[in-house]
């Protein structure tokens, strides 16, 4: 079943449309990997569906509601939670307060929640007092994708998960992706290391200029000698 449905959209910044019309479907339980050049509207797209960016032709569909014009706060009620390549985290707070800023719609004793992030990702219950701006790379990820699930999303958006992290810690992260996704939540990523996303992903979509190029299974899209060469390193 499909989870979220993007329809044609159109979406950009000013009077510039980055996004020509895409079209992508993330199903329950998913992990579907969106590639491409730098600039191909990757991140952008990732915005609207959060929110973010104004739909401007097109539609989104979010379990089966349409999300088009909704503010973020409405989408991330809806079960929609988006982690950004960059300013993901509250550098001032600690890290448990940083957890509990991402509870801030439920209404319930979120404690628990708290204890399962720290389980999830033992580095951050070492110090949980400590201030976020002191962590590394790894650790300050780590902590953007735990705020982001103190909410139990069934979507988890996360845009280039593993940038500027170093080679243990990018394995780290893409562990505890595959670990998150084994809970039920499903994941669309941004990542530039697309060989090790679509490895883990059910599907992927190639995007080029603001449009969709291919969709295929993750396994299709890593055998396919164009892609390959163009995006994942290949000759």
């Given at each position: 079943?499909?989870?979220?449905?993007?329809?044609?959209?159109?979406?950009?910044?000013?009077?510039?449309?980055?996004?020509?019309?895409?079209?992508?479907?993330?199903?329950d339980?998913?992990?579907?990997?969106?590639?491409?050049?730098?600039?191909?509207?990757?991140?952008?797209?990732?915005?609207?569906?959060?929110?973010?960016?104004?739909?401007?032709?097109?539609a989104?569909?979010?379990?089966?509601?349409?999300?088009?014009?909704?503010?973020?706060?409405?989408?991330?009620?809806?079960?929609?939670?988006?982690?950004?390549?960059?300013?993901?985290?509250?550098?001032?707070?600690?890290?448990?307060?940083?957890?509990?800023?991402?509870?801030?719609?439920?209404?319930?004793?979120?404690?628990g929640?708290?204890?399962d992030?720290?389980?999830?990702?033992?580095?951050?219950?070492?110090?949980?007092?400590?201030?976020?701006?002191?962590?590394?790379?790894?650790?300050?990820?780590?902590?953007?994708?735990?705020?982001?699930?103190?909410?139990?999303?069934?979507?988890?958006?996360?845009?280039?998960?593993?940038?500027?992290?170093?080679?243990?810690?990018?394995?780290?992260?893409?562990?505890?992706?595959?670990?998150?996704?084994?809970?039920?939540?499903?994941?669309?990523?941004v990542?530039?290391?697309?060989?090790?996303?679509?490895?883990?992903?059910?599907?992927?979509?190639?995007?080029?200029?603001?449009?969709?190029?291919?969709?295929?299974?993750?396994p299709?899209?890593?055998?396919?000698?164009?892609?390959s060469?163009?995006?994942?390193?290949?000759?």
């Amino acid at each position: 079943m499909a989870l979220l449905e993007a329809a044609d959209v159109v979406a950009g910044y000013g009077e510039t449309d980055i996004l020509h019309g895409v079209s992508i479907t993330v199903d329950d339980g998913e992990i579907v990997t969106i590639i491409g050049p730098n600039g191909c509207g990757k991140s952008t797209l990732m915005k609207t569906l959060a929110g973010l960016v104004k739909v401007r032709s097109g539609a989104i569909r979010f379990q089966e509601e349409d999300i088009s014009g909704a503010p973020p706060e409405r989408v991330v009620g809806k079960g929609l939670c988006y982690v950004p390549q960059s300013a993901n985290i509250f550098a001032s707070l600690s890290i448990r307060e940083n957890l509990e800023m991402g509870a801030f719609l439920r209404k319930d004793d979120y404690r628990g929640r708290i204890n399962d992030m720290f389980d999830l990702f033992p580095d951050l219950a070492q110090s949980p007092g400590r201030q976020a701006h002191t962590l590394s790379g790894g650790q300050r990820q780590m902590l953007a994708i735990a705020r982001a699930l103190m909410l139990d999303p069934s979507l988890l958006l996360l845009d280039e998960p593993s940038a500027g992290l170093s080679p243990a810690m990018l394995n780290l992260v893409f562990e505890r992706i595959v670990d998150i996704n084994a809970t039920g939540v499903a994941m669309l990523l941004v990542e530039h290391n697309a060989r090790e996303a679509l490895g883990m992903s059910s599907r992927g979509y190639v995007l080029v200029n603001g449009e969709n190029r291919l969709e295929d299974s993750g396994p299709e899209l890593l055998n396919n000698p164009e892609i390959s060469r163009l995006y994942l390193g290949g000759r």
